[in-house]
C-alpha cells in the first residue's frame, strides 16, 4: 500500500463508478425492503451498500472516500442502527410499521459497519498504527 | 442422499485446507470452505419433493413448500460466518505487519 | 416472565452506547460496563427465589402457542451459573477499570467485554439449540478479539490459534445441529427432550453426541483438544485471561455440554464412558504438563485444563452425588481461577515480568496481592477448610460410591500432584525477599484493582457455605437436579414452567 493506491485506478474505473453507484445504492436498498418475498433481507442489502462505498475506495484512493463518510460518523451511525434494533425488540411500539423498521436497522448496521471495518483495514500502514483523520 | 454426500466431500476438502497448508490466507480460506458446507448441508435438509419457495402468498396453497426453519437458520449462519472470516482477516494482516511473513510455520513465537 | 431478554439486552445495550459515546469520555465506558454485570447478578439474584419455586420460568419470543417460537428457559442450572458468571464478569470489569487505566483505547475493551457478557448470558438462557449456537458465537469472537487486544506479536499468534480451532469446532457444532434437526425436526430443546426420551439410542444419537463433544470439547479445552488453552490464556491481557479461563471454558464448554447430553439426548453408557476416558485424560495431562512451567499464567492455564477434567469427571460418572460435586467445583473453580488471573495481572504490573525465575517476595511487596494469591492457591489445591477441598472431596467420594475405585485414585492423585506444582512454583514467588533488581512500578497500587481481588478472596473462602443443608437444598441441589434428573427437563418446561 503505496502512494500508487491513494491516486486510485485508470479513468475507464472512475467513468464506470460515478455512473453506476447510484444504481448500487438503489439496489441494496430493493434488496433490504424487498427481504420478506424474495431472497434479501436487511444483511443482503447492507452488505451491497457497503459494497457501494469500498467501490469509491477502491477507484478514487481512499481520501475521496473518506471525504464523503468520516469514519468517526459511521461508528456513531452503526451503533446508533444497532441500539434502535435493540431498543425495539425489547419494548413494542404500536406506530412503527416493523417489516420496513428492522431491516433498515439490519442494514444500518451491517452496511456502516463492514465498511467501517475495511477502512479500518486499510488505514493500517506499515507503522501499524491506526490513523484517523 | 448424494447430495449429503456432496457437502460432505465439501467438507473434507475445507478440512484438508485447513490442516495441511502453510499460507493464513489459505487457511482461512478453508475455514470458509468448511462453514459454507455446513450451511449447505442444513438447508439441503429441509428440502420436500416437489416444493417451492417458502412465501406466504395468497393465491398459492401452503401444501407443498420447502422447509423455511432452516433458511432461517442457515442466514443467522452466514453473518456468523462473515464475522468469524473478518476477524480472522484483520488478524492476518497485523500478524503480517509483526511477523513480515504469512507462512504459519515461522510463526511461532511461544513456546511450550 | 418478562425480564427474561433484560440478561441479554442490558449487556448488548451497553456495549452498542460504548460503542457510540465511549470515544470522547474515557472511563464512563469502564463504569458502564460494570454496571451491566451487576446489573445481570442482581436480576439473577432476584430471579432466584422464584425460579427455586416455580422450577423453570420461561420467556416465549412471539410464542402463539407452544412450540412454536423461540423460548428462554430459566431452571435451577441456569439461575446457579448466571449468579456465578455474572458476579465473576462484575469483578473482572471493576479490576479492568484499574488494570486498563494507561491504554487510549479503554472504550474497545468494554464494548467487546460487555459483548461477551451478553453472549455468556444468552447461553445460559437459551432454550432453542440454535439459540444457544449464535450466542456462543458472539462470545466466542468478541473473546478472540479480546485476546488480540493489545495487538503485540504473541497476542496476535495466540489469538489466531485460538481463532482458527474454535471456528472448526463451531462448524462441528453446526453440524451436529443440523443432524439433529434432521432427526427430531425441531429446534426447541424441551421438544427435543421429549422426542428422544421415547426413541432408543440408536446411530444418529451416537454420532451426534460425538461431533458435539469433539466441538464443545474444544470449547471447554478437554484433552486432545486443549492446545489452544495454553496460548490463549496466557498471551493475553489479565482480565480477558480471568474471564476466559474463569467464565467462558464452563459456559461454553461444560454448561452447553452437560445440557445436551444430559438433557436433550439422553444419557447413555456409551456417551458417559467417552466423558470418563476423556475427563481422566485432560486431568493427568494438564497436571503433567504444568510441572516445571516457568510462566506465571501458563502454569495457571495448565492448571484450568486439569480442573476441568475434574469437572468432566463428575459430570461423566453420573451419580446424582457426582454431579453435585461437579456443579459445585464449577462455581469454586469460577472463582478461585478468575482470582489466580488477576492477581498475576497485578504480579505482572508490580515486577514488570511474567517469568516464575524473577519473581520473587510478593506477600512482602505488596500484602494484598500475596494474601489472596495465597488464598486462591491453597482453594485451588484442595486444602480444607477452603472451598475447593469440598467440591473435590464430594468428586472422590462419589466415584468410590459409584463403584469406580480406579477412578476415585487417580482424582485423588492429580490433587496431590497439583498441591504439588503450586507449591514449587509460588513459594519462591510469595515468599523469599524480593530481588533488589526488580523492575515495574512499585508501591502504586489503585483501589479498583485491589477490592475485586479482596472480594474475591473472601468468596472463595466462604463458599463452603454451599455444603450447609439450608443453603445447598435451595442452589445447588437444585442445580444437580436438572442435570441428574435430566429427562424431566422436557416435562419442566413444557408443562410446569410459568410463562
Known sequence: MGNNETRGMTVIVKTITRLTLGFILLYGIYITLNGHVSPGGGFAGGVIIALAFMHIMLAFGKEEALKRLRVSRLRILAGAGALIFLILAVRPCGFIDYSVALPLCEMAVVGFGIFAIFTALVLISKTGKYKED | MSEYMLCLVLFSVGLYCVLRKRNIIKI??????????????????????????????????????????PQAVVLTSIVIGLAMTLLLVAVAIRIYEKYETFDITKINKLKG | MNFIPYFIAIPLAVAFIIAIIGK???????????????????????????????????????????????????DSLSVF???????????????????????????????????MLAGMNGVLIAGDIFNLYVFMEVAAIAGYF???????????????????????????????????????????????ARLFAQVPVGATVKFVGVLFLMG??????????????????????????????????????????????????????????????????????????????????????????SQIGYIALGLGVGTPFSILGAVFHLMNHSIFKSLLFLNSGAIERMTGTKDLGKIRGIVSRDPVTGYTSLAGALSICGIPPLGGFWSKFVIILACIQAGRPFLALCAALVSILTLAYYFNALTPALFGSPRRDAGGEAGKKSWAMAAPML???????????????????ALLKGAASVLADGKSYADIVIMGGVR
Open chain 2, 28 to 69: 482461512i480460506i478453508g475455514i470458509g470452505i468448511m462453514d459454507y458446507a455446513a450451511n449447505l448441508f442444513f438447508v439441503l435438509i429441509g428440502y420436500r419433493d416437489q416444493g417451492r419457495a417458502p412465501v406466504f402468498a395468497q393465491d398459492q396453497a401452503i401444501r407443498n413448500m420447502v422447509d423455511p426453519l
Open chain 3, 24 to 74: 470522547k469520555d474515557k472511563g464512563f465506558s469502564g463504569i458502564l460496563a460494570a454496571l451491566a454485570a451487576a446489573a445481570g447478578a442482581f436480576i439473577s439474584l432476584a430471579a432466584a427465589p422464584s425460579v427455586m419455586a416455580n422450577r423453570a420460568l420461561v420467556c416465549g419470543l412471539g410464542m402463539a402457542r407452544a412450540g412454536l417460537g423461540i423460548s428462554m428457559v430459566v
Open chain 3, 81 to 115: 451459573m448466571l449468579i456465578t458468571v455474572n458476579l465473576v464478569a462484575f469483578m473482572v470489569a471493576v479490576y479492568s477499570i484499574g488494570y486498563m487505566k494507561p491504554c487510549d483505547d479503554r472504550w474497545k475493551f468494554f464494548a467487546l467485554f460487555s459483548l
Open chain 3, 146 to 192: 479480546l485476546v488480540a487486544f493489545e495487538t503485540r506479536a504473541e497476542e496476535l499468534e495466540a489469538a489466531f490459534k485460538y481463532a482458527v480451532m474454535g471456528a472448526l469446532a463451531s462448524i462441528f457444532i453446526l453440524l451436529g445441529i443440523a443432524i439433529l434437526y434432521s432427526y427430531a425436526s425441531t429446534l426447541n430443546m424441551a421438544e427435543m
Open chain 3, 216 to 305: 464443545f470439547g474444544l470449547k471447554a479445552a478437554l484433552v486432545p483438544f486443549h492446545s489452544w488453552l495454553p496460548y490463549a490464556h496466557s498471551s493475553a491481557p489479565a482480565p480477558v485471561s480471568a474471564m476466559l479461563s474463569g467464565v467462558s471454558i464452563k459456559v461454553l464448554g461444560i454448561y452447553a455440554l452437560a445440557r445436551i447430553f444430559f438433557n436433550v439426548l439422553g444419557v447413555s453408557p456409551y456417551l458417559s464412558n467417552l466423558l470418563i476416558a476423556l475427563a481422566v485424560l485432560s486431568m493427568v495431562v494438564g497436571g503433567i504438563l504444568a510441572f516445571g512451567q516457568s510462566d506465571i499464567k501458563r502454569l495457571f492455564a495448565y492448571s484450568s485444563i
Open chain 3, 455 to 473: 472480594v474475591l478472596a473472601a468468596l472463595s473462602l466462604i463458599t463452603v457455605i454451599m455444603m450447609f443443608p439450608n443453603v445447598s437444598n
